[in-house]
């Protein structure tokens, strides 16, 4: 197994927006471009871009969330544009944002290495930027030793005005539109935060008001910054535009082939003991005793679940569904399945099939088979799952009517 090399250059993604002028009802980056959300595309560019260290900053409430798509596309690149040594995954990290961008960025700052010399920082509501800007951006740090800033020439007529009036026309020549991913030497940016005092529209401001020098490096017509309901069908158009992805396809084999289907396996174990009633594979059972666990201990779809996310490599129910998410506390298979499902989709992936085994004394599942392979599917789309029964002859924990144990194996499709 190999180890993943220190990268010298780290770049903070600052995905931590609410997004309140888009009117999407979600913080922008996790908001759809099309079966991908903003965060996901804006992923594409920066892990195709230099090798780098990788800080995702996100509302705290999505943390999982973004970690699931930063390591999602940081395996689809890998798979498509292998490292030397080591995965891309083992770059990641995930921070909780902040009230404010300078605040969230601060917070991305200090998740980074202590080996990182050149530090980007980028807008994940910028989505479509395409790598060789951020390549662009590194090369005129290690030529400057300056913050730089990709820029695009102002090509509309301005006005000053007061109100609705007209009070001059303003000089376009010596005006530049900014972009990110803005770039600085590590000991700049950060003495500049540390100097902070207010707040600044964006990090070339903030370094520029503490004596530092900026510079500058083309941008990009595609880096534009989503903001309002027009510049996502924007970018939904230009993604539409050209097709399905302008990236390397997300399941390619290291020689180029399409990726074959992919096999997981989960397992799950519950005590009885819970509070109400039993829920197991999706049903309720009423007169059994409960299971006891953070959602209802539904043993059955928590194995079907890590088989799932096993199979995609992304990580296990724990990542997803841990104790750490209070919306998860008592909810039953159908909002983890759901869920599940969603994270496989985003990451490319689509439900073949699932068969699990139930291991238990109690309840019986002859009489309810069929009901309960009708819901587990249901929750998975339409996807084939199949349950069957065994009490081990009595044997055991399970024999001995303590809990529930279930394994499950999940095939995946790529999408």
Do not use: C
Request: glycine share 12%; hydrophobic share 50%; proline share 6%.
């Amino acid at each position: 197994m190999s180890i993943t090399p220190t990268p010298r250059v780290g770049i903070v993604v600052v995905a931590a927006g609410s997004g309140e002028r888009l009117g999407a009802g979600a913080p922008k980056a996790f908001v759809g471009i099309d079966d991908h959300s903003i965060l996901n595309h804006a992923l594409r560019g920066v892990f195709r871009g230099p090798v780098a260290q990788v800080v995702v900053v996100a509302p705290a409430e999505r943390a999982g969330d973004a970690l699931t798509e930063a390591l999602a596309v940081a395996d689809r690149t890998d798979a498509a544009a292998p490292l030397p040594s080591g995965r891309r995954r083992d770059l990641v990290h995930v921070v909780a944002g902040a009230a404010t961008r300078q605040g969230s960025v601060a917070a991305g700052l200090g998740a980074l290495w202590a080996g990182i010399e050149v530090v980007l920082v980028h807008d994940a509501a910028r989505a479509l930027t395409p790598p060789e800007v951020f390549e662009r951006v590194v090369a005129a740090v290690d030529e400057t030793a300056a913050g730089v800033v990709p820029v695009l020439p102002v090509i509309d007529t301005l006005k000053r005005v007061a109100g609705s009036d007209v009070v001059e026309a303003v000089d376009r020549a010596p005006l530049a539109a900014a972009q990110t991913p803005q770039g600085f030497p590590r000991d700049v940016l950060d003495a500049a935060y540390r100097a902070a005092a207010g707040e600044f529209t964006d990090d070339t401001a903030l370094v520029a008001a503490a004596g530092g020098r900026i510079t500058t490096v083309p941008g990009h017509a595609s880096a534009f910054k989503i903001t309002t309901p027009a510049d996502l069908e924007r970018a939904r158009s230009l993604v539409q535009d050209a097709g399905a992805d302008a990236q390397p396809h997300p399941h390619t084999s290291l020689a180029g082939a399409p990726a074959a289907p992919r096999v997981g396996i989960g397992t799950d174990v519950h005590a009885f003991g819970g509070e109400g009633e039993l829920w197991l594979a999706g049903l309720r059972w009423p007169g059994e005793p409960a299971l006891s666990g953070h959602s209802d201990g539904d043993a059955v779809a928590h194995a079907i679940v890590d088989a799932l996310l096993a199979a995609a490599g992304l990580g296990d129910i724990g990542t997803h569904f841990g104790v750490d998410r209070p919306e998860f506390a008592g909810a039953h298979a159908s909002a983890f399945l759901r869920r599940t499902l969603g994270l496989l989709g985003e990451a490319g992936w689509r439900v073949g099939n699932v068969s699990v085994q139930v291991q238990a004394g109690r309840p019986r599942f002859a009489a309810r088979r069929a009901e309960a392979e009708r819901t587990l599917s249901d929750a998975l789309g339409g996807a084939p799952v199949s349950v069957s029964a065994t009490t081990t002859d009595g044997l055991g924990f399970t024999g001995r009517t303590e809990g529930v144990a279930a394994f499950a194996v999940a095939l995946l499709i790529p999408a």
